[in-house]
């Protein structure tokens, strides 16, 4: 297996083009065959519903080279079960986990080449991608549906990997609205994030921080990441309608539980960020990014979470127990690793 000519420790997180993807399509009321395809396009009605009225979902998770030489993917069934629940929330056909399951361990298949080396500090993501390809005028659901995946190596979301980054709150713009779609993994919602974000961006920070849309009083996300605060020996994580449930999050919340803290996901008021020891964003892209600070440019306040500008202990904890169930170092007591062969 010829091995790609990249510099995997210096991979930035972003698109590199693979061998293959697969697909699969929805039509007269039935899934059909998983197909391969070499393409990296897609040809679609020019009124299909996802260009049109949103009906476009995704997700994302990551497989990796491991010590053993074996290759290991990440709580398949987790992304299986929030795409389908964000199916259901935006009127799309869903796709069985068994099959969901199938795409993901083929598609890496056909990549195996381009998973990078273990200890690189790189993975390979792979991203579903679900859109109504059915045409409509009218605003309505789709009858036709294709899931596509497709695969890349990428380095650390954050340069620097595990290091401490500084956010902002944005008061401009909101995320989601609080019973809108914020708890699906749509499109849209990264949409609206995309002028905070580059606010966020101009001014020096590493992303914005979001309140709650209604009252700007508590705490929603930090970007595209949920939001954890560590403090009394319990693991702290928001309440809220408009936050994307995430499976990093919950992972966490599982190893905090097994290293005996507590966990309270609860409404969390924006000046109770000035007790946290330790705080951090996560997702399937970072991982864990602890946060150094918080500024709130609007009422000159700054929340200092780390002292020494680096990840607190727990957080590392954290963190390298996450890293070494997904990399096979620990074992897998909860079940959350697929094996791809």
């Given at each position: 297996?010829?091995?790609?000519?990249?510099?995997?420790?210096?991979?930035?997180?972003?698109y590199l083009p693979?061998?293959?993807?697969v697909?699969c399509?929805y039509r007269?009321?039935?899934?059909g065959?998983?197909?391969?395809?070499?393409s990296?396009?897609?040809?679609i009605h020019?009124?299909?519903?996802?260009?049109?009225?949103g009906?476009?979902?995704?997700e994302?998770?990551k497989?990796?080279?491991?010590?053993?030489?074996?290759?290991?993917?990440?709580?398949?069934?987790?992304?299986?079960?929030?795409?389908?629940?964000?199916?259901?929330?935006?009127?799309?056909?869903e796709?069985?986990?068994?099959k969901f399951?199938e795409?993901v361990?083929?598609?890496?298949?056909?990549?195996?080449?381009?998973i990078?080396?273990?200890?690189?500090?790189?993975?390979?993501?792979?991203r579903p991608l679900?859109?109504?390809?059915g045409?409509?005028?009218?605003?309505?659901?789709a009858?036709e549906?294709l899931?596509?995946?497709?695969?890349?190596?990428?380095?650390p979301?954050?340069k620097g990997?595990?290091?401490?980054?500084?956010?902002?709150?944005v008061?401009?713009y909101d995320?989601?609205?609080?019973?809108g779609?914020g708890?699906?993994?749509?499109g849209g919602?990264?949409?609206a994030?995309?002028?905070?974000?580059k606010?966020?961006?101009?001014?020096g920070y590493a992303?914005e921080?979001y309140?709650?849309?209604?009252?700007?009083?508590?705490i929603?996300?930090?970007?595209?990441?949920?939001f954890f605060?560590?403090?009394d020996?319990?693991?702290?994580?928001?309440k809220?309608?408009?936050?994307?449930p995430?499976?990093t999050n919950?992972?966490?919340?599982?190893?905090?539980?097994?290293?005996?803290?507590?966990?309270?996901c609860?409404p969390i008021?924006?000046?109770?960020?000035?007790?946290f020891?330790?705080a951090?964003a996560c997702?399937t892209?970072a991982?864990?990014?602890?946060?150094?600070?918080i500024d709130d440019?609007?009422?000159g306040n700054?929340y200092?979470?780390?002292?020494?500008?680096?990840?607190g202990p727990?957080?590392?904890k954290?963190y390298?127990?996450?890293?070494?169930?997904?990399?096979g170092?620990e074992?897998?007591r909860h079940?959350?690793?697929?094996?791809?062969e």
């Amino acid at each position: 297996m010829q091995q790609p000519n990249i510099d995997w420790a210096n991979l930035p997180f972003g698109y590199l083009p693979t061998d293959y993807n697969v697909r699969c399509y929805y039509r007269n009321g039935a899934w059909g065959e998983i197909e391969t395809s070499s393409s990296e396009f897609i040809n679609i009605h020019m009124a299909a519903t996802c260009l049109h009225y949103g009906q476009e979902a995704f997700e994302g998770l990551k497989a990796y080279r491991c010590p053993d030489g074996k290759i290991r993917a990440f709580r398949i069934e987790e992304n299986a079960a929030r795409m389908q629940h964000t199916a259901q929330g935006i009127l799309m056909a869903e796709m069985p986990t068994d099959k969901f399951c199938e795409m993901v361990r083929r598609v890496i298949l056909l990549n195996e080449r381009f998973i990078p080396p273990y200890e690189t500090g790189a993975a390979l993501y792979i991203r579903p991608l679900l859109i109504g390809t059915g045409p409509q005028v009218g605003v309505r659901p789709a009858n036709e549906y294709l899931l596509l995946m497709f695969v890349t190596p990428v380095g650390p979301y954050f340069k620097g990997g595990f290091s401490t980054n500084n956010y902002v709150i944005v008061r401009e713009y909101d995320r989601a609205a609080p019973l809108g779609t914020g708890r699906f993994k749509v499109g849209g919602n990264y949409a609206a994030s995309l002028r905070a974000n580059k606010l966020a961006h101009d001014n020096g920070y590493a992303c914005e921080f979001y309140l709650d849309a209604k009252e700007k009083k508590y705490i929603d996300e930090c970007g595209a990441a949920n939001f954890f605060g560590i403090k009394d020996g319990k693991y702290i994580t928001p309440k809220s309608s408009s936050i994307l449930p995430s499976i990093t999050n919950k992972s966490l919340q599982q190893i905090a539980l097994d290293l005996g803290l507590q966990v309270e996901c609860r409404p969390i008021p924006e000046e109770e960020l000035a007790t946290f020891e330790e705080a951090g964003a996560c997702g399937t892209a970072a991982v864990i990014s602890p946060i150094g600070k918080i500024d709130d440019l609007e009422n000159g306040n700054s929340y200092v979470i780390s002292k020494d500008g680096k990840p607190g202990p727990v957080s590392t904890k954290l963190y390298n127990t996450l890293r070494n169930i997904q990399y096979g170092i620990e074992p897998d007591r909860h079940g959350w690793i697929t094996i791809i062969e």
